[in-house]
């Protein structure tokens, strides 16, 4: 491995020590809007396939919805605390706005100005009502009257009739009004709500679209039969509307008695939340916009005026829609995991080894074949796992049912605060309890963000534990397309750790002292720290020095002044880090031995992969945990030690080598602060990481 490792090597030679606390950070929020740009990026690449390009584009609105609903205040102009790093000034929201809206625009003019017309050159169009032909205009028309105007209910305001409760991220429109109501009165604005239940996206029958593909939007469709609604009254201004509220819930789990009833209790107010950002049509009237920016109580800054649909996640629909393969990706079937023989028993097989699994590469089916012996051996006595995201439709969940039925002890550790999935996880804790599944909720205060499955089976010579720990969730359909390791193991320290961990949760006593794993809140943050600085020393004394880490986030600001300083040691650290970053890299003088790179492709990168090398000694840990003060500090985290030396130099060469050799899909942050993409050099253009583990794993399993 370090033959593998050295060619890796910069020659930046060690630097002079100084402070790390000196350095700067950068801004979070602003590091999280920098790697939307980057998945904006991806949807303006012309190789990429037309309705991947879309799918990124609606990506990028999903991340800002989030971002808005967990990380946005109400009101943006106003100060706020972000975490650790002190208080933002109006000048710095202001900027932050700015940015925003900027993605906002060129997010609406790729849509308009080249998506939109490169689907119409392939015979696929979204038809305005302008643009609609005699006999289209009556289908649409039939349709508005069978389909979607017994489901509006147009509310004029007036004292008697408030503003009505609008939810988060619906689609509405705002109208005004001429002449008078049935009452003689001037009362001139009303609100439609367009219910969820309406298909955004709705496709003409085929007599209509010749040899094309053709579609309506409803919001096109409710706009072209406004007047309907308000006989007697004239439309003289409207506007299609959206509003974003905070949505992060919080509930203080010190102070309830059921956790589960009071999130239950929580999920019917989230639609409800504070208002962040107001979203209307590019046309919209300053009289409607201004009275919708007073109705939220929203500042100016708030407001967003875009040129097409106010809710461009619902474009995915048209991604389901189209049935057409040339204009995807080309199908990328997961390989069986190698390691597995198919009719071999998989607990024979650890037993002579550990497993490791490369999602997508290899396919979670290798975990369900895990799961689904135990299901079936009787002489498994009890499973244990812990669930954070699984999804609605679970294959995992139900043969955690099928275990219950034949007899086996089964506890889940399901966390109901995941967020977003709440609901879903709720309901999967309802049906396991009534059926006897021992369910736990974690522990009060903390996420249980931790993924591993523990096996107990009765053998000859004795009870023996079998373990799955994974970088990823337990949902076989995320499985497909994010990018995450399994680790299948019999060894005996690291199972015996994994007991201790649920027997934690289980009881919340005290965590027995562990072998192999660090687990957050308890000794992650303190281990990671301990062996950066641990580097540092080794530089510092002469000895060659090396970590690569790659991750999702880094924003932890304890382990950032850690790789400062390790680095200003003679440390060469390479991070691979997907989103939010807030390390400054490349300064020179203070972080010159700190390199950056994010990685995005095809798949979503999830993997947590941490590599030290001392001198002569080489660590590789595999992990749940970001490094992020929230992961080390306020979730059930964990990270395990891979010892197998041909597994570690396979993770080694397909997580960290081959992403520090991208140059497809790589960006690299730069000491401006900036991230700019890699360019390969001339004449040795190759697939990125992605593509070329994807040909490797096909190649392995012959095809």
Same mark, same amino acid.
């Given at each position: 491995?370090?033959?593998? &490792?050295?060619?890796?090597?910069?020659?930046?030679?060690?630097?002079?020590?100084?402070?790390?606390?000196?350095?700067?950070?950068?801004?979070?929020?602003?590091?999280? &809007?920098?790697?939307?740009?980057?998945?904006?990026?991806?949807?303006?690449?012309?190789?990429?396939?037309?309705?991947?390009?879309?799918?990124?584009?609606?990506?990028v609105s999903s991340n800002l919805d989030e971002f808005f609903e967990v990380r946005a205040e109400p009101h943006l102009a106003a100060a706020k605390v972000q975490d650790q790093q002190g208080l933002y000034t109006q000048a710095s929201f202001e900027r932050l706005s700015q940015s925003i809206h900027e993605l906002v625009e060129r997010q609406y003019a790729l849509y308009n100005d080249e998506l939109m017309p490169a689907f119409e050159k392939q015979g696929i169009r979204v038809v305005a009502h302008g643009d609609r032909n005699a006999a289209q205009r009556r289908w649409v028309k039939q349709y508005f009257e069978t389909e979607v105007k017994p489901l509006l209910i147009p509310v004029g305001l007036d004292p008697s009739h408030p503003f009505p409760q609008v939810a988060n991220k619906s689609l509405n429109f705002i109208v005004?009004? *001429? *002449?008078?109501?049935?009452? *003689?009165r001037t009362n001139d604005i009303a609100i439609v709500k367009v219910p969820r239940a309406l298909a955004r996206l709705i496709p003409m029958p085929a007599k209509l679209c010749g040899k094309r593909r053709l579609f309506v939007s409803i919001s096109s469709v409710v706009r072209a039969h406004l007047d309907e609604l308000f006989p007697g009254r004239l439309v003289t201004q409207f506007s299609q509307f959206r509003v974003t509220r905070h949505s992060d819930l919080a509930v203080d789990e010190e102070d309830v008695r059921n956790l589960r009833t009071a999130l239950r209790q929580g999920l019917q107010h989230r639609h409800y939340g504070q208002a962040v950002r107001l979203e209307v049509s590019a046309g919209c009237s300053d009289y409607l916009a201004d009275f919708l920016l007073r109705e939220f109580d929203l500042p100016e800054g708030a407001l967003y005026r875009v040129h097409g649909p106010v809710n461009l996640v619902r474009l995915n629909q048209l991604v389901d829609l189209v049935d057409e393969p040339r204009l995807r990706f080309s199908p990328y079937h997961a390989a069986h995991a190698a390691q597995l023989t198919p009719g071999q028993s998989v607990f024979e097989q650890l037993k002579r080894g550990d497993v490791l699994i490369h999602q997508p590469y290899e396919s979670f089916d290798g975990v369900l074949d895990f799961l689904r012996e135990a299901v079936n051996d009787p002489q498994v006595l009890a499973i244990k796992q812990t669930i954070y995201r699984t999804g609605a439709n679970s294959v995992l969940m139900e043969l955690l049912r099928e275990a219950v039925r034949r007899g086996k002890e089964v506890t889940v550790v399901l966390e109901l605060k995941a967020r977003f999935d709440e609901e879903v996880n709720i309901n999967w804790a309802e049906q396991l309890e009534s059926i006897g599944v021992q369910v736990l909720y974690g522990v009060v205060g903390l996420k249980t963000h931790a993924k591993m499955m523990l096996v107990t089976r009765r053998e000859e010579r004795g009870l023996r534990r079998y373990a799955h720990l994974s970088t990823g969730n337990y949902n076989p359909a995320t499985a497909r397309f994010y990018t995450d390791l399994s680790h299948l193991t019999a060894d005996t320290a690291l199972t015996a750790d994994v007991e201790h961990v649920f027997v934690h949760l289980a009881g919340q006593s005290k965590l027995a002292r562990l072998h192999a794993l660090w687990v957050a809140p308890f000794q992650l943050h303190r281990r990671l720290i301990e062996k950066i600085e641990a580097l540092g020393a080794g530089a510092a004394a002469g000895r060659p020095a090396r970590l690569v880490a790659k991750m999702n986030a880094l924003t932890d600001e304890s382990i950032i002044r850690a790789l400062i300083r390790a680095g200003q040691q003679g440390v060469k650290i390479d991070l691979i880090v997907r989103g939010a970053c807030m390390l400054p890299a490349q300064l020179p003088g203070q972080t010159s031995n700190i390199r950056v790179r994010s990685i995005l492709g095809r798949f979503l990168e999830h993997a947590r992969v941490f590599y030290f090398r001392d001198g002569d000694q080489e660590d590789l840990y595999l992990s749940s945990a970001d490094w992020m003060n929230r992961n080390m500090l306020r979730r059930i985290e964990l990270a395990w030690p891979v010892t197998d030396p041909v597994l570690r130099q396979r993770i080694v060469d397909e997580c960290l080598v081959a992403g520090l050799h991208d140059v497809q899909g790589a960006w690299e942050l730069q000491a401006s602060g900036r991230y700019e993409r890699v360019r390969p050099a001339h004449g040795r253009s190759g697939p990125g990481a992605q593509e070329a583990l994807m040909v490797r794993y096909a190649r392995a399993a012959g095809r």
């Open positions: 491995m370090m033959s593998t &490792l050295a060619r890796l090597e910069n020659s930046v030679p060690a630097e002079n020590l100084s402070a790390a606390a000196a350095v700067p950070l950068l801004d979070r929020d602003h590091s999280i &809007l920098a790697f939307n740009w980057r998945v904006f990026d991806m949807a303006c690449r012309a190789e990429v396939p037309l309705l991947e390009r879309l799918r990124y584009l609606c990506i005004r009004l *001429g *002449g008078h109501d049935a009452f *003689g």
